[in-house]
């Protein structure tokens, strides 16, 4: 996920290298692996909790919400991530595949509240360079200067 993520804005910042293209080209690919992660991470974590009721009774703990609201949205990131998908639902799609953002937020928390916030350093470590290019991307987009045709008068 997180890799699909900064392929946008490494082709900003590296702009004419190839590499970043590359990844922007197959970034569809990494957000399926990504979802194919979770889903057996979810699974192994519903085998190891063995009873329903013990999900249930685990479901208020930061660290399980946040994974399942997490897990819940890349559901139909993955189902609408075919090229069939992304025609028929047109400038949608795009506005749909945004919640990647959000999904990453209750990522980045799921993984620290697992480990009592002491794993927040080598999450950070995932998170700071994807929200670092982002805020590079968003001072891009700000600040660049319109393309104004010139009107002949």
Known sequence: MI?????????????????PLWLKRHRRYFGVAAFGYAALHTLYYLIDAATMARVIEELPRLYIWTGWVAFAIFIPLAVTSMDHFVRVMGPRWKQLQRWTYAAAMLTLVHWAALHDWGGLGPALVHFVPLGALEAYRAGYWTNRRPNRKKVAA
Do not use: Q
């Not at 699909?4 to 190839?18: C, D, E, I, T, Y």
């Open 3 to 19: 890799v699909a993520m900064l392929a946008s804005p490494l082709v900003l910042l590296f702009k004419g290298w190839r590499g």
